[in-house]
């Protein structure tokens, strides 16, 4: 069974503050893609080993919360 790549490029995108929030897309070329959104505080290295099984089926996409991983700091204390 081959290892899914898990290497990716993060892209910055903004959110609706104009935070930037690091968004990853990775695994699998084709498929539905899966799309996970972390709890406050979990990052990519604490899902790396759950997304090495499920990248093998499908794309994974997720990103970093405002403020937290890759993702720049929070510009509002809005959380809606």
Do not use: K, Y
């Not at 104009?18 to 699998?28: E, F, K, Q, T």
């Not at 498929?31 to 499920?54: H, I």
């Amino acid at each position: 069974m081959r290892t899914p790549d898990l290497g990716h490029e993060v892209d910055l995108v903004n959110s609706f503050d104009l935070s930037p929030v690091a968004a990853r897309r990775m695994g699998a070329e084709e498929g539905t893609p899966l799309l996970v959104a972390s709890a406050v505080g979990a990052n990519l290295p604490v899902w790396r080993r759950t997304f090495a099984d499920l990248a093998r089926a499908r794309p994974v996409v997720t990103w970093d919360l405002r403020g937290l991983g890759e993702s720049g700091r929070a510009r509002s204390q809005r959380v809606d």
